[in-house]
């Protein structure tokens, strides 16, 4: 059982940056790949970006891509997302959540991941 809590959320200016934790509990996070998904009012919830368990494979939303960085540390059951160059359209709920059964590559579809934090509200500003 992995248990994902979220934080860093808040309220950017269009241009300015966040950056997103979440920290898991367990001995087994570091075999997990790790995703980070968002869900906007009355959109479905997507992946943004997602980390192997090694941090060597990485996978990004082309809407993301070149702006948000994902990342890991497994010494402190950490993953982070920097989000740079922050648009409107980025405001959203944005979730981690962890795919144990993931191999050398993350997985893109969220049915496969496994466990979910309870979400931290990121609003951007025009």
């Known amino acids: 059982q992995v248990q994902l809590v979220e934080s860093g959320g808040g309220l950017a200016q269009a241009g300015g940056s966040l950056r997103l934790s979440c920290a898991a509990s367990g001995r087994t996070f570091s075999s997990y790949a790790m995703g980070w998904f968002r869900q906007a009012p009355g959109k479905e919830r997507e992946l943004v970006a997602a980390i192997s368990w090694t941090s060597r494979n990485t996978y990004y939303a082309d809407s993301v891509k070149g702006r948000f960085t994902i990342s890991r540390d497994n010494a402190k059951n950490t993953v982070y997302l920097q989000m740079n160059s922050l648009k409107p359209e980025d405001t959203a709920v944005y979730y981690c959540?962890?795919?144990?059964?993931?191999?050398?590559?993350?997985?893109?579809?969220?049915?496969?991941?496994?466990?979910w934090g309870q979400g931290t509200q990121v609003t951007v500003s025009s």
């Open positions: 959540a962890a795919d144990p059964g993931a191999g050398w590559f993350p997985r893109a579809s969220h049915g496969f991941y496994d466990y």
